[in-house]
């Protein structure tokens, strides 16, 4: 992680989906960008995540130092993994809620996602 200690991983200017013209960053290396077209999170590869959530980004790849995850399903992959990153997201929307109580909001609608577009992240998960 020495490029996130020494601020090697400057905000994006370009994703997959186009040039950014709004970019936030949710936590050290991990932003969610927007361009006139679509968008997503660009998490720097340098940034812990599962090989799972690193290799089932079939449309964002990597892109310049980034593993990127598109706003429809992908941002699920990396969120369900740390859902603190967007936990922000619903303590706006839901000021009621607690930071743990909102990542686990987080949590269950990233896996919901996950287990309706992408059930393959679950694959060799034993059945109850």
Known sequence: MKALRDGLNPTPKASPWGLVDSCREL????????TPGHGGL?????VE?????????R?????????CYEEDCEWALPIFEHPE?????WSWRHPDLTAE????????EAEQTLRHWMREYFAGEEKS
């Open 27 to 34: 936590a050290p290396g991990v932003f969610q960008v927007s």
């Open 101 to 108: 109580q909102a990542a686990e909001c987080v949590k269950a």
């Open 59 to 67: 449309y964002g790849g990597v892109f310049g130092g980034y593993y």
């Open 49 to 57: 995540l599962s090989e799972r959530a690193r290799t089932l980004n």
């Open 42 to 46: 660009m998490v720097f590869a340098e």
């Open 85 to 89: 990153w967007d936990a922000v997201n």
